[in-house]
């Protein structure tokens, strides 16, 4: 008996199928610019899972003996948000925005290996399924135990499985781990594909700092992984085959894990700033009309501050016990990173010095950044100082440093690069109206949250402690702390809506709407799959700028 293919349900099984394709297309792509979106709204999605814990983390400390949550729920809380925010925020944003923009930069058609730049990114989606998979096992399911509780750092011996409760931390290793490859593989990626896929007329002397400053990052990333890799295999081979590298009660030591992954975490601090340096030196020209003072020095003075950056592990470990030499040798070494830095800074500021300034949405969060790395570099140079360490080493004081940091340079950087790039990416505008409350929510909240941590530290609050007691001076400084995170929460609320009002009914972008100078912007909004047409081919480094005047092309002054 023959069907009758009414057309409602003729309408709806195409509807699925082109659903299902959609999907799939997704799933399988090897693009580079569809893999380096799916990185940046996975780590999206995490940014917001950590952000929750941290509005937890502020709940329970906004005033003293507060019980919004328990002792070990905490523990676990600021573990999970910090292992996040570096591992599932700041990783995959480097990732993500390396394999969108560069080979558009350079006049690439794709990464060097666009089979293995996808498996880098699904590696690393299950590296941290694999980390929020513990949070499934609090009663013990799956054998899972309950989420990691020993910090992002996971110092020994509270990694041993003697301290720690269940396989939580075996997640976090293997999560972690897991993950690491990933951030491995789009190094690998990056460093292949600028070296060998460059347009015609693209020389070394000619790529964008963008690529510059995100080739630079992925060295880092492959020196910096191995460590921290070693480190954790060691620390299963402790928890499992009676090894103990860390084990103190057997002759190990505690503070050999310490030195595996600070070599490992004070690179790191570079490698998740060195994206905002990337957005920055290219923002801030385009916005103040003139080209980026001292281009040579600027590039000298990124690749000054990764070889240095390696050499600084250790003043994270004043406190421990050193020799004078090695805290005389760490302490040289980290007022010596300071200077490529302050070059950097000089350079932006003279970038913006007599500039024709536009203080569109971009410029707005790169000016913040500059102000607010520039008090960070300054509390850390604070301390690098060796009795001051002593003083407020792990008190409330380090937390504000690492927040001015992370939060305030390298958060404020990816939105300036989100607010000048989505339009490509998209073809949509977003609205500058809803981006500066977006901006101007974020700065105030910023500053409430974690100025007043400065001061909580020099008056001896420590870090990582559940709650306190009253009568210690703590508790105005918390109270202005915790609001300043509520702040922060709605202005985060008015960056996703802007992006979901964008995406539903934004402007019509262009193919140049910030009238910028590099090649990408040669393209369509949103590029085509082969990026172009043609091969591109430069003759300076600003090839539109020779474009858009040719009586007075930059290639006459190179």
Known sequence: MATVDYPLEKSRRQREFSLSEALYSWVATVDHKRLGLMYMTSAIIFFLIAGVMAMVIRAQLIVPENHVVGPQTFNRLFTMHGTTMVFLVGMPIIAGMSNYLIPLMIGARDMAFPRLNAFGYWIFLFGGILLYFS??????????????????????????????RGTSTDYWILGIL?????????AINVIAT?????CKGMKLSRMPLFVWVMVVDAWMVILALPPLTAGQVMLLFDRYLGANFF???????????????WIFGHPEVYI????AFATVSEVVPVFSRKPIFGRQAMVGAVVAIGFISFGVWAHHMFAVGMAPISNIFFATASFLVAVPTGVKIFNWLATIWGGKIRFA?????????IFQFLIAGLTGVMLAVTPFDWQLTDSYFVVAHFHYTLTGSFLFGV?????????????????????????WLLVIGFHLTFDPQHILGILGMPRRVYTYAPGRGWEPWNMISSIGAAIQAIAIICFAWNVIRALIKGERAGDDPWDAWTLEWTTTSPPPEYNYETDPEVRSSR??????????????YE
């Not at 799956?142 to 041993?160: H, M, Q, R």
């Not at 600028?194 to 460059?198: C, I, P, W």
């Open 247 to 261: 084990n103190t009660q057997a002759g190990g030591s505690a503070v050999l894990w310490q030195h595996f992954f």
């Open 135 to 164: 949070y499934l096992g609090a009663n013990g399911l799956f054998g899972a135990g309950s989420a990691p509780d020993v910090g992002w750092f996971a110092y020994a011996p509270l990694t041993e499985r003697a301290f720690s």
């Open 194 to 198: 600028t070296l060998s896929m460059r």
């Open 178 to 186: 897991v993950s690491g490859i990933g951030s491995i593989v789009s």
């Open 415 to 439: 939105f300036a690069a989100i607010y000048y790039w989505f339009p490509k990416a998209t073809g949509k505008m977003l609205s500058e109206t809803i981006g500066k409350w977006h901006f």
């Open 543 to 556: 090839p539109l700028w020779d474009l858009k005047h040719p009586e007075d092309p930059d290639w006459k």
């Open 272 to 275: 998740l700033i060195f994206p």
């Open 361 to 369: 949405t971009p410029m707005l969060f790169c000016v913040a950044f």
